[in-house]
């Protein structure tokens, strides 16, 4: 008789490791998502990073050709939807002159379990910009 009241209380400790597992489920699928995410943005920053120093590193030689500077961005490669703004400051044209190009690129980033989030904190605004800058010295 104690083996078949022992078998009860084994099915039913088996049915609260069910429980258990539905309630935490929802707390660990946030924490996987919100560090895929993270490791996301952290990815595209670096890939942006990366981008507009090609890109400084190319205006340094040409300041003036904006279109070259953007192309050797965007060649290096970033996430879609991403702004780039170039621009100089000094004295870029004459020799010594100590100028300065600086390229930055922006974007937008949203995270992948966004109805998720909206559902824990509606009126939150979870999308937010990552930035990367480079500022280079003029060498012509």
Known sequence: MSKFISGLRRDRSNGQSVLELALAMP????LLLGTVDMGRVFFDYIEMRNAVVEGATYGSRHPSDTAGITNAVVRHGI???TAIIAGTTG?????????????????????IFLGGLNA?????????????????????
């Open 120 to 140: 824990v904190a509606p009126d939150v605004n979870w999308n937010f910009t990552v930035r990367a800058s480079s500022t280079i010295r003029c060498m012509t």
């Open 79 to 81: 996430p879609g939807g």
């Open 27 to 30: 707390v660990l699928l946030l």
């Open 91 to 111: 004295e870029c044209f004459q020799p010594l002159g100590g100028g300065s190009v600086t390229v930055t690129a922006t974007r937008t980033f949203t995270p």
